[in-house]
């Protein structure tokens, strides 16, 4: 397949660098400094003292379907085959940067690639979505699971590497990997799932046998950040736990947080200046946040932000800023189907609310859909901006 036809904004870049597909592993290991940062206001929205003109945005699922560029190459390519070509998956990460003044891109793979490089036979399928052939069924099927073999995720920091370049410091980069709760979920239930009842069943059957799991997916998951930082050149990281809320409070306290403390202290030992952002998604239970936030490593967080889900109630929210942590969310992506009135009114009500901090982020409270239109997010994207900047402007004259 003649993939190099769908590089229409990666090619500048790998004539200005000289880089081909035959030495782009060789440029990236022997490569020193890149461009510098113009913007750096993600990175800069979690110190408690650079001055910030406006909140920085990005999005969640902000490359994918919605976008017609990002369907033109879909049609010609598997889904899995887009994340390991590093050229494809760069050109993917950039479009919506080309769209849009946003302030971050996000590195365009998926939480399913690395339980795919330990053993699980994974298919993204048409309106179905992950097809897992193999899923765990019972503990004895712990055993055909493998770390990954570190060269088969060379390809994700290749293209960081290509994005980070591409990028020439005008937004920041985020790397990013499923938590390994959400991750171990698709590999028990085999696919998507409503009940979780297959999951559920082995955390409160096999307990054993899901911490074991949990916990290998924590230090690989650790180990796979860690590589995305400094082999690729990812800013930020953020961990998707997507299906937090599918266990009560006090259980994800006592069976998951463990496995992502060990996530999280393997990667901050390693990358203590990185800022790291979470997503526990639909898990809101004040209990939950404070025991997030009393986790740290030589007196420092280990957890520099929060993602917010559009549920968050104000007195975890007050918790979590009390504490200096970034926050980041929350608009409802439903809302950008409605009028442009009723986006700009929801804008104006996210950052009453939430930029009361200056350590905070605007974005969806979940990802854009196949069916979000490119005006709307449009709009969303330059409302945010100028609301933001406007609310920075009266905080000064007040
Ligand atoms: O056919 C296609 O085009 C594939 C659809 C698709 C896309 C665009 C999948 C399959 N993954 C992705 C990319 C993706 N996935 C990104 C890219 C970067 C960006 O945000 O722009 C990211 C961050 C993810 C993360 C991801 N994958 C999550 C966590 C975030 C979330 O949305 O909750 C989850 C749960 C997945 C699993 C997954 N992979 C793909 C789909 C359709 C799904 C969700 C299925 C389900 O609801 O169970």
């Known amino acids: 397949m003649d993939y190099q036809k769908h590089l229409k904004i990666l090619n500048e870049t790998l004539e200005l660098y000289k880089i081909t597909p035959e030495n782009l592993r060789e440029k990236r290991k022997s490569f020193e400094g890149f461009p510098k940062q113009i913007n750096n206001r993600l990175v800069d929205a979690f110190s408690s003292f650079v001055p910030l003109d406006r909140a920085p945005v990005w999005m969640m699922r902000q490359a994918g379907r919605y976008l017609p560029e990002y369907r033109e190459i879909k049609a010609d390519m598997d889904f899995f085959a887009t994340c390991q070509n590093p050229f494809i998956a760069a050109e993917i990460t950039l479009q919506p940067t080309k769209q849009f003044d946003i302030d971050a891109a996000i590195i365009f793979s998926d939480i399913l690639v690395l339980p795919k490089m330990m053993g699980m036979e994974i298919t993204i399928e048409e309106k179905k979505g992950p097809v897992i052939a193999n899923p765990l069924i019972t503990p ?29 410091g005008k937004c920041n980069l985020i790397g990013f990997c499923g938590a390994p709760w959400t991750v171990f979920a ?4 085999g696919g998507s799932s409503k009940l979780f009842s297959k999951v559920k069943k082995w955390l409160y059957l096999y307990t054993e046998g899901s911490q074991q799991v949990l916990e290998l997916l924590a230090k690989e998951s650790a180990k796979y950040l860690i590589n995305q930082v400094k082999q690729g050149g990812a800013q930020v990281v953020q961990i998707f736990d997507s299906w937090a809320g599918q266990i009560p409070a006090s259980d994800y306290i006592e069976f998951i947080i463990p496995s992502l403390r060990i996530l999280f202290e393997d990667f901050k030992k390693e990358c203590p200046d990185t800022p790291l952002i979470m997503f526990p998604k639909d898990q809101n239970d004040k209990k939950v946040i404070v025991e997030f936030l009393k986790l740290t490593l030589n007196e420092k967080p280990l957890v520099d932000g929060f993602q917010l889900d559009s549920n968050i109630s104000d007195e975890t929210l007050a918790k979590i800023i009390e504490a200096n942590r970034t926050i980041q969310g929350n608009l409802e992506p439903g809302v950008l189907y409605g009028t442009p009135d009723i986006i700009k009114k929801r804008i104006s009500q996210m950052i009453e609310k939430l930029q009361t901090t200056r350590k905070y982020i605007v974005n969806l409270a979940h990802g854009l859909t196949p069916d979000h239109e490119v005006e ?22 007040e």
């Open 140 to 168: 004895e099927d712990i055993q055909k699971l493998h770390p990954p073999n570190p060269e088969h995720l060379e390809h994700v920091y290749d293209a960081l590497f290509l994005t980070r370049l591409a990028l020439q």
């Open 186 to 189: 698709y590999m028990v239930e």
């Open 376 to 397: 709307k997010v449009r709009l969303f994207v330059q409302e945010s901006q100028q609301q933001s900047k406007l609310y920075k402007a009266k905080e000064i004259l």
